[in-house]
């Protein structure tokens, strides 16, 4: 079995699924067509013809929205302080990485990536968890689920695959790589509950340090996922569409700070 903590766990709080039609069908009304946008659902956004520089902007308002999400959430958890420490930050670490679990649902499906989180919560399969816990691996830096990556999303685009390759997530070379970045983001999530208790010793001031952690971890961890993401075959697997009318606005997944009016998951 694929580890079920921290990434399983995570992927069953409230609000961490992404469906993937409504978000790809909100993040794209305003700069495609209807029709790329059916194809973008029904197929993907590489099929669809959609410019890679429009799926790169969507993707930054994106991670902009989780993170303000995000550090307000991990603000408001530090405002009780030393008293309620042992209860707050448990609360604070899952919702941190229950936040990342969204923008790499959002990062997948804008980067033409299948279906991951859509369904029901007792549908989580290992290979979904296997998929989403090598995502995180990427967010912390772990090379080789840099590499593991690469080579699901080569299946994905060689074998023109509408769902996640569940034998080699399961039982294939991927697999014992699952288990190795399963365990280092153990590791890693203990440093990081080191670190968010030690912010919210102090009331209202630990509210502040705390949000700013999550803020200046999130972007950066995000972007790395982006960045992965956007470079691989997958996003260049089907033939785009070089001159794309686009409308020039705000999508409507931008964090509240934007002027730009906006629509929410």
Known sequence: ???????????????????????????????????????????????AGIPLDLLDRLADDSIRYEAA??????????????????????????????????????????????????????????????????FVGVMFGAQSANTAVGQIAGMLSKQALKKLPRQALTKGVIYPVVKKVAGYLGTKMTTQTFAKAVSKVIP??????????????????????????SGLELTSSQDRVVDTQVVDVDSPDSPPPTTSSSSRD
Request: with cysteine; aromatic share 6%.
């Open 1 to 47: 079995m694929a580890p079920r903590r921290p990434v399983g766990t995570a992927a069953g709080l409230p609000g961490v699924r992404i469906d993937r039609a409504d978000y790809l069908r909100s993040a794209l009304a305003r700069h495609c067509s209807k029709e790329q946008i059916r194809v973008a659902i029904d197929e993907s956004p590489a099929a």
């Open 69 to 134: 999400k995000a550090s307000a959430l991990s603000a408001a958890a530090g405002i009780p302080g030393f008293m309620f420490m042992p209860a707050t930050v448990p609360a604070d670490l899952a919702q941190y990485l229950g936040h990342m679990l969204r923008i790499a649902q959002k990062l997948a499906y804008l980067y033409s990536w299948p279906d991951l989180l859509s369904g029901d919560a007792d549908d989580l399969d290992d290979a979904t968890k296997g998929v989403l816990t090598l």
């Open 204 to 229: 209202v001031v630990g509210a502040v340090v705390s949000g700013g952690i999550t803020l200046a971890t999130f972007l950066p961890m995000a972007k790395t996922l982006k960045n992965h993401l």
